[in-house]
T-cell receptor
């Protein structure tokens, strides 16, 4: 079963616009991560936010986390054609022992940025 | 650094054949894992390892075997390929510890006919 559910499934915008993707999850988490996947390639880690954090920034990326609503959002500001990719949220549950590193991925949002 | 290297990039198998997907990392990562990616299903964890000699099952382990004899290598074996195993397979690694980011290979696209 999928822990993270992204919304929307697909997003199409013009260059320069902002893109917002949302992720909801079901169980308690230790951290939430966002990854990008370009067509035909592996996933690349973008940003990690821990359960005790509410907001984090990295360049043009802004991630928020609301643990009470079990949701997160990824905002990409001033988007570029090169941002065209699939974006996945992944949740980590620090249950201890051998659980570290295990991430549960959502189905992803396909972002298309038109030049 | 090469990072995480997966071979082959593409493979076609007939039902019942066996094969091994190779994964190697040169970052001295303790944690390695295999995911499969299917349309509409996201990524699902097949098997993972927290160090040499230690492996465990993920969400969808049936039909797959793994072993971890060295820190660097984590091969995934398909014992008797089935059309349901047609997928893109990703190997990923991390230093370990709660919540550390995964480093992914570029995937192996497998088709079983």
């Amino acid at each position: 079963s999928q822990q993270g559910e992204e919304d929307p499934q697909a997003l199409s915008i013009q260059e320069g616009e902002n893109a917002t993707m949302n992720c909801s999850y079901k169980t308690s988490i230790n951290n939430l991560q966002w990854y990008r996947q370009n067509s035909g390639r592996g996933l690349v880690h973008l940003i990690l936010i821990r359960s005790n954090e509410r907001e984090k920034h990295s360049g043009r990326l802004r991630v928020t986390l609301d643990t009470s609503k079990k949701s997160s959002s990824l905002l990409i500001t001033a988007s570029r054609a090169a941002d065209t990719a699939s974006y996945f949220c992944a949740t980590g549950n620090d249950a201890g022992g051998t659980s570290y590193g295990k991430l549960t991925f959502g189905q992803g949002t396909i972002l298309t940025v038109h030049p | 650094n090469a990072g995480v290297t997966q071979t082959p990039k593409f493979q076609v198998l007939k039902t019942g054949q066996s094969m091994t997907l190779q994964c190697a990392q040169d970052m001295n990562h303790e944690y390695m894992s295999w995911y499969r990616q299917d349309p509409g299903m996201g990524l699902r964890l097949i098997h993972y390892s927290v160090g040499a000699g230690i492996t465990d099952q993920g969400e969808v382990p049936n039909g797959y075997n793994v072993s971890r004899s060295t820190t660097e290598d984590f091969p995934l074996r398909l014992l008797s390929a089935a059309p349901s195993q047609t997928s893109v397979y990703f190997c990923a690694s991390s230093y370990g510890g709660p919540g550390l980011p995964l480093h992914f290979g570029n995937g192996t696209r497998l088709t079983v006919t």
